[in-house]
């Protein structure tokens, strides 16, 4: 079965940096676009970032570009997520989520669309 599994997160300073990993299975992690979504404290899920199977295409909420990296290595199944000079306003519980259909880049926010890790919380504050 499908398994996205987080880690990474802890507490960060402000203007510090951060490297979230997801370690995937059960699939072959080459044919999906993967994504990244977050949720902070009382709010609701917002995209982050996305990333196409070869890596051609990336793409990033305004809220995050030019802070934050999204890459993967499709040999190790592994996504990740490289935050730099992270604001407050970044913390949040992080997912790893895989789009549903081979190749395909749609993602709905809802946890019963695609697949979804359990999440890796951010903390970021001095």
């Known amino acids: 079965q499908v398994q996205l599994v987080e880690s990474g997160g802890g507490l960060v300073q402000p203007g510090g940096s951060l490297r979230l990993s997801c370690a995937a299975a059960g699939f072959t992690f080459s044919r999906y676009w993967m994504h990244w979504v977050r949720q902070a404290p009382g709010k609701g899920l917002e995209w982050v970032s996305k990333?196409?199977?070869?890596?051609?295409?990336?793409d990033y909420a305004d809220s995050v570009k030019g802070r934050f990296t999204i890459s993967r290595d499709n040999a190790k199944t592994t996504l990740y997520l490289e935050m730099n000079s992270p604001e407050p306003e970044d913390t949040a519980l992080y997912y790893c989520?895989?789009?549903?259909?081979?190749?395909?880049?749609?993602?709905?926010?809802?946890?019963?669309?695609?697949?979804w890790g359990q999440g890796t919380q951010v903390t970021v504050s001095s």
């Open positions: 990333i196409s199977t070869a890596s051609s295409t990336r």
């Open positions: 989520v895989r789009s549903r259909d081979p190749f395909a880049n749609a993602l709905e926010l809802r946890f019963d669309y695609g697949y």
